[in-house]
């Protein structure tokens, strides 16, 4: 990749989730979402990287204009109303995005716009006539052969039929590109599996997209006919550009964003229907589009607002310590597989994977040091054959492959066997020398559990990194000898609550 244009990626690193419909209450699928992205950034900031993360609302469509109307209040009252919903679901669940973007802001319809006019310049868009379903659930057109039984292949309602005239996208003519992007890219989509869904689809054919619609007015007017309003996908597709400030620097040095995460309903919007757009515009198309899956009842089903069977994930925020949902639902859910919300579950693994492993380790390294070294941590040697139990360069792979369950699962390991060398090692028996390289390997290895903890558990990682009297601070700097201090530590610390099975009456 050449310097010239500023896209020289090394060091950088751009992650978006999905942006959601406001058009009603977030729920868990939106937190998971969020979180997972969340994860992956601050693992990134942990390797020094300077990292954007976006995410926000999609806030035009006609969704939302029934909705508004549902509600008594305009599209642009309602939508004001209801964003507000998702920036505090992001505050509670301690979601590290740097931008909260939404698609009715100025400067977002005015790069839409620009998008849409370079690609009209270019020949891509013409005007036409559009007869065909359309679901408003999904915001998707559809052709008769998408549909099962004459329904939508998602939400299995009748759709509408659309009859208007529309500005139309050449879709068709990237069916090639499309294909070829796939393959030649191996990091193109992930998990692999979804490379062969979407292929085959497009094996069955690719039509000519519409782009806009005139029977309702809430979204991007199209620049020189603005009885016409950008198809919302068009529209919201370009927040992960403008979102980054296109064409300016910010736009300059982030693009092509790194991670597109979203879940897997709509995959086929963010391969086949961006990169054609991106390409037609002459923009250099993502990184890779990773994919999760959904997290469902624990009866199995979908939990989704049309199905209004929903988690409300700021319930759940008042209800747990927020590290421990954020612990529960990546340690539970292999990445990329669905995953069924347990509170029982959740309760089990907070009580013996983080109050035993976690919270027992480091109150016992806090005492320890309160009781042998009166509260300073004493200058030793470190001992490696614990250290080398914590598989650094295993864990990274982990991230690489988006394999965030395993690489949670192989930091908890080495808290396991953490808690087993105090058992070996018996530190109250010890003395002189021997005590002191002992505590100080301790204060070590807590210290590293707490930097490689804080992409999953933020708020955990810096009441520890406190009572150790440091901050959790970059990767490379664990076991370096340069981040403990010698100012007298806590002598312990609350780090999970047990929670008693009682607690579970309230059902979600
Ligand atoms: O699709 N579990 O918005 P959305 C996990 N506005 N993830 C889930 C889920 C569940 N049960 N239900 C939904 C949209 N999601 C568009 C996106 S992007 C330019 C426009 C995921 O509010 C879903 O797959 O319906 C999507 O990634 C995200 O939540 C937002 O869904």
Redesign the pocket.
């Given at each position: 990749m050449g310097k010239k244009d500023g896209a020289s990626n090394k060091g950088k690193f751009y992650i978006t989730?999905?942006?959601?419909?406001p058009n009603a209450d977030p729920?868990?699928?939106?937190a998971?979402?969020k979180l997972c992205a969340d994860v992956i950034a601050r693992w990134h900031r942990l390797l020094g990287e300077e990292v954007f993360f976006l995410t926000g609302t999609?806030e035009h469509g006609l969704k939302i204009m029934r909705s508004a109307q549902k509600a008594g209040l305009t599209p642009k009252e309602f939508v004001d109303k209801q964003s507000l919903k998702f920036v505090e679901l992001c505050r509670r669940w301690n979601i590290s995005n740097n931008r909260f973007i939404r698609t009715t802001e100025e400067e977002h319809i005015r790069v839409a716009q620009e998008i849409f006019n370079k690609i009209y310049k270019k020949g891509d868009i013409y005007l036409g006539q559009y007869v065909g379903p359309y679901c408003t659930d999904?915001?998707t057109f559809y052709t008769e052969k998408d549909l099962k039984n004459g329904l939508c292949p998602v939400h299995a309602k009748k759709c509408e039929i659309v009859k208007e005239e529309s500005y139309f996208f050449k879709l068709s003519k990237y069916k090639e590109f499309i294909l070829e992007y796939i393959d030649k890219r191996d990091d193109s989509i992930k998990p692999d599996g979804k490379k062969e869904e979407i292929k085959n689809r497009l094996k069955a054919g690719l039509e000519d997209l519409s782009v806009s619609r005139t029977s309702f007015d809430w979204g991007v007017p199209v620049p020189k006919n603005p009885k016409h309003v950008q198809y919302v996908?068009i529209d919201?597709?370009i927040?992960?550009i403008s979102g980054v400030d296109y064409p300016k620097e910010r736009f300059r040095k982030f693009w092509p964003a790194d991670v597109h995460i979203?879940?897997?309903?709509?995959v086929w919007?963010?391969t086949v229907i961006w990169w054609s757009i991106l390409k037609a515009a002459g923009i250099k198309l993502p990184k890779t589009v990773l994919v999760?899956?959904?997290?469902?009842s624990e009866g199995g089903e979908?939990?989704?607002?049309s199905s209004g069977k929903v988690i409300n994930p700021i319930e759940l925020a008042d209800k747990y310590n927020i590290d421990a949902v954020r612990y529960y639902l990546i340690r539970e859910t292999p990445f990329g597989e669905d995953g069924y919300f347990s509170e029982s579950k959740l309760i089990e693994r907070n009580n013996t994977e983080l109050a035993n492993d976690v919270g027992n380790f480091a109150n016992r390294v806090l005492a320890l040091i309160s009781q042998k070294s009166q509260g300073v941590i004493p200058k030793g040697e470190l001992d490696r054959e614990i250290v080398a139990k914590l598989n650094i360069e295993k864990i990274k792979k982990h991230f690489e492959r988006f394999e965030l369950h395993l690489a949670l699962a192989e930091i908890m390991g080495f808290v396991k066997q953490c808690n087993q060398y105090i058992n070996e090692k018996e530190p109250w028996k010890k003395s002189g020398v021997e005590l002191n390289n002992l505590l100080y390997t301790l204060a070590e290895c807590l210290y590293a559990i707490a930097v490689m903890l804080s992409a999953f558990m933020p708020a955990t990682s810096d009441k520890i990194a406190k009572a150790l009297k440091t901050e959790v601070a970059s990767l490379k700097d664990i076991f370096s000898g340069k981040c403990l201090t010698q100012s007298k530590v806590e002598s312990r610390c609350i780090l999970f609550e047990k929670i008693l099975a009682d607690n579970k009456a309230k059902t979600f």
């Open positions: 989730t999905a942006i959601d419909y729920h868990i699928g939106h998971y979402e999609d999904c915001e996908w919201a597709l927040n992960y979203i879940g897997k309903d709509i919007h963010h999760h899956g959904f997290i469902l979908k939990m989704s607002k």
